[in-house]
């Protein structure tokens, strides 16, 4: 912990009603304003994290994200507006913050984080919140942590619920315990293909930023070695204890971390059913991999092959060859992935996305 700094006048009004509280005090709140805490994800989860942390007086704030607001982020991240769209997260998160507290430090970091940047932009705070969205990068971050002894504040969000835990926290278990290895990312959902409540992100968000304080002014109980899952659609709780395993947690340097991300893959050209109908009267061995459910019984009205997006992983025996395919899913989200992923891990070429 950095050298406690003095509390001027402004801020002993502005945290009042935070240093009344006897778990946290004057005290507490000069413990607040030395800390430096990194936010890696300046999405959904991180909008909420980084507006808290700020009102309650953090004294340096990080932001890590490499990605530009767009349209489809506002329905949850509620730090941004529409003059925000096209703006760099970290940077639209920065302006927005220092309205709301003038005396937090705030640096940015608009870069992706990967075993070339972690250590070096982690080395730099004493705490790290992960608010990201995809299994790579919290495998990344949690590796760092382990290599640094930095506590890390996990979040997970989708549909209408998600999950809180405190990571590496003064020898607690790690992500690694808990998941030893990352699963296969075609075997996942995403709050891309699958949708998620915006409401549940300032939840959870919420909850991370209670852990954070918590664990700067030493109040309370944290949730070390336990996972909190909540389901808003019922308002069900579950408390899971997690333990530490000793060989798991042990990690001396990163690794390599893959993932099937939309945003650095643009491959894939769309086609409609007329465009189909057309290539089928040229070349009748063209492939239809419909990735939809099993739950989704709708037909398509022409012959297509039935494989869940969550089983391609397990079935890449049906896709080999140099012949086209076509993938047909609701919105075109999961298509992409999966022909990301075959052309990364397999080199297949000749994809398209069936757009009806």
């Given at each position: 912990?950095?050298?406690?700094?003095?509390?001027?006048?402004?801020?002993?009004?502005r945290?009042?009603?935070?240093?009344?509280?006897?778990?946290?005090g004057?005290?507490?709140?000069?413990k607040?304003?030395?800390?430096?805490?990194l936010?890696?994800?300046?999405g959904?989860?991180g909008?909420?994290?980084?507006?808290?942390?700020?009102a309650?007086?953090?004294?340096?704030?990080?932001?890590?994200?490499?990605?530009?607001?767009?349209?489809?982020?506002?329905q949850?991240?509620?730090?941004?507006?529409?003059?925000?769209?096209?703006?760099?997260?970290?940077?639209?998160?920065?302006?927005?913050?220092?309205?709301?507290?003038?005396?937090?430090?705030?640096?940015?970091?608009?870069?992706?984080?990967?075993?070339?940047t972690?250590?070096?932009?982690?080395?730099?705070?004493?705490?790290?919140?992960d608010?990201?969205?995809?299994?790579?990068?919290?495998?990344?971050i949690?590796?760092?942590?382990?290599?640094?002894?930095?506590?890390?504040?996990?979040?997970?969000?989708?549909?209408?619920?998600?999950?809180?835990?405190?990571?590496?926290?003064?020898?607690?278990?790690?992500?690694r315990c808990?998941?030893?290895?990352?699963?296969?990312?075609?075997?996942?959902?995403?709050?891309?293909?699958?949708?998620?409540?915006?409401?549940?992100?300032?939840?959870?968000?919420?909850?991370?930023?209670?852990?954070?304080?918590?664990?700067?002014?030493?109040?309370?109980?944290?949730?070390?070695?336990k996972?909190?899952?909540?389901?808003s659609?019922?308002?069900?709780?579950?408390?899971i204890?997690?333990?530490?395993?000793?060989?798991?947690?042990?990690?001396?340097?990163?690794?390599?971390?893959?993932?099937?991300?939309?945003?650095?893959?643009?491959?894939?050209?769309?086609?409609?059913?007329?465009d189909?109908?057309?290539?089928?009267?040229?070349?009748?061995?063209?492939?239809?991999?419909?990735?939809?459910?099993?739950?989704?019984?709708e037909?398509?009205g022409?012959?297509?092959?039935?494989?869940?997006?969550?089983?391609?992983?397990?079935?890449?025996?049906?896709?080999?060859?140099?012949?086209?395919?076509v993938?047909?899913?609701?919105?075109?989200?999961?298509?992409?992935?999966?022909?990301?992923?075959?052309?990364?891990y397999?080199?297949?070429n000749?994809?398209?996305?069936?757009?009806?």
């Amino acid at each position: 912990m950095a050298e406690t700094k003095i509390l001027k006048q402004e801020e002993k009004e502005r945290y009042s009603r935070q240093i009344r509280l006897t778990e946290i005090g004057e005290a507490g709140q000069k413990k607040l304003k030395s800390s430096s805490v990194l936010v890696i994800g300046a999405g959904a989860l991180g909008c909420s994290v980084l507006q808290y942390l700020t009102a309650a007086g953090t004294g340096t704030l990080g932001i890590v994200d490499n990605d530009w607001v767009e349209t489809s982020n506002l329905q949850r991240q509620v730090l941004y507006g529409t003059d925000d769209i096209s703006k760099p997260k970290p940077l639209a998160a920065k302006e927005k913050l220092k309205l709301l507290n003038p005396n937090v430090i705030f640096r940015t970091h608009f870069v992706r984080l990967n075993r070339d940047t972690a250590l070096k932009i982690l080395n730099g705070y004493e705490i790290v919140v992960d608010c990201t969205d995809n299994f790579a990068t919290r495998y990344l971050i949690n590796d760092a942590c382990v290599i640094l002894n930095k506590p890390l504040v996990y979040g997970a969000i989708l549909k209408f619920s998600g999950q809180v835990m405190v990571l590496n926290y003064m020898n607690g278990p790690t992500l690694r315990c808990i998941f030893p290895d990352p699963p296969h990312p075609l075997e996942v959902p995403s709050c891309a293909e699958s949708g998620v409540i915006g409401s549940i992100a300032g939840i959870i968000g919420s909850i991370q930023a209670t852990e954070v304080i918590k664990m700067i002014t030493g109040s309370g109980k944290l949730l070390s070695g336990k996972m909190l899952i909540l389901d808003s659609l019922d308002f069900s709780a579950e408390l899971i204890s997690i333990h530490r395993d000793p060989e798991k947690s042990v990690v001396h340097d990163l690794a390599e971390y893959e993932d099937v991300c939309l945003s650095d893959y643009e491959n894939g050209i769309e086609i409609t059913r007329e465009d189909l109908m057309q290539m089928r009267s040229l070349n009748n061995d063209i492939k239809v991999i419909d990735l939809r459910d099993e739950a989704d019984t709708e037909p398509l009205g022409f012959e297509c092959i039935r494989i869940p997006y969550y089983e391609i992983s397990r079935k890449t025996d049906l896709l080999i060859g140099s012949g086209p395919i076509v993938f047909y899913c609701r919105y075109g989200i999961k298509s992409r992935q999966v022909i990301n992923y075959l052309q990364r891990y397999h080199e297949r070429n000749n994809l398209y996305i069936l757009v009806i």
